[in-house]
């Protein structure tokens, strides 16, 4: 059939055919292996979490001490810690885990870059400044050195809170979906650790943010002796939104002993509507939106095609 075509032109359809090829198959097997990825991430975080509350166990076992403590201890504990690195550290802390950074030296490193970040930022406005040609009056160099020192100060917590914002608003869009799958799950029988472990890996492959929140929930849940303290753990990597919801309404259900089926239909018809809500909102400012971009790009067009006519065949 390619008989006719010159050597050269027969090998350039070959290798395009190729190509076409591997690129086909790289767009129906990137998404199988991007899914594949997403659970074993998943996976490790998941046991990694419970490796470590294994050997924490194993460790305050060893020492023969309890792993629940009285109030007044844990009063006394809290007040020493907060004497110490003050409340700045435990905000700090939790940033970090709402932006999904769990290792312990986190908070440590993030002090440091607030520190040694503005000397940086104004070495290097000074140097900028001295190696200009033009002359800065000493008010205005003074202005731009302390706004690069205190935009220095700031930028690690704008970096750690865009992170913490952007896994908030992923994990808002994910969980009223995964939060009718726990009824379904809970209303069959199951208990809420197997429902959230079993969700977990169903929505790994869609949000993998919220299958590591929900396999570390479950992981404490199973592991920790303090039911309590899994979902006030929970809430607190969350941040905030529906997910902080379920964690408050499981807390209640534990405190007063209240059917936790219930309280998940009770809390899933909630997240329905306000989901409902959000999206007429969204559809109600629309059009408002729509305003600016077709003044700026529809109606020049529509009056040119109009108008442009009459110009051209004008005497």
Same mark, same amino acid.
Not at 281 to 286: E, F, H, I, R
């Given at each position: 059939m390619l008989d006719f075509l010159p050597f050269d032109q027969t090998l350039l359809l070959t290798v395009i055919s190729a190509v076409a090829a591997f690129i086909t198959f790289l767009a129906v097997a990137m998404p199988l292996i991007k899914n594949t990825e997403k659970k074993?991430?998943?996976q490790e975080v998941v046991e990694q979490r419970k490796k470590s509350l294994y050997q924490s166990a194993r460790e305050q076992a060893k020492k023969g001490t309890t792993v629940e403590r009285s109030a007044a201890q844990n009063i006394a504990a809290f007040y020493r810690v907060q004497q110490l690195a003050g409340t700045a550290s435990t905000q700090a802390r939790a940033l970090m885990l709402q932006a999904g950074i769990r290792k312990p030296s986190a908070p440590l490193i993030y002090f440091f870059a607030r520190i040694i970040?503005? #000397?940086i930022f104004t070495l290097l406005a000074m140097m900028f400044l001295s190696a200009g040609d033009r002359e800065i009056k000493d008010g205005l160099k003074f202005l731009i050195i302390g706004s690069v020192a205190v935009f220095g100060f700031f930028l690690p917590r704008i970096l750690i809170k865009n992170m913490a914002d952007k896994r908030q608003i992923e994990i808002s869009q994910t969980f009223p979906d995964a939060l009718d799958m726990i009824l379904i799950c809970v209303q069959g029988g199951i208990g809420i650790e197997g429902a959230i472990s079993k969700i977990a &890996? &169903? #929505?790994a492959p869609i949000s993998e943010v919220l299958a590591e929140e929900l396999g570390l929930l479950s992981a404490e849940l199973g592991l920790l002796n303090d039911r309590k303290a899994a979902f006030k753990g929970? $809430?607190?990597r969350v941040g905030g939104g529906s997910a902080k919801s379920f964690a408050t309404a499981m807390l209640q259900a534990e405190q007063y002993g209240t059917s936790i089926s219930k309280a998940v239909r009770v809390l899933a018809d909630e997240q329905r509507q306000m989901r409902m809500a959000m999206a007429e909102?969204? $559809? $109600? $400012?629309?059009p408002p939106k729509l305003t600016v971009p077709m003044i700026l790009f529809f109606l020049p067009a529509l009056f040119v095609t109009i108008l442009g006519p009459a110009f051209l065949t004008a005497p």
């Open positions: 074993q991430h998943y970040l503005p #000397v &890996e &169903e #929505v929970f $809430a607190i909102q969204k $559809a $109600a $400012a629309l």
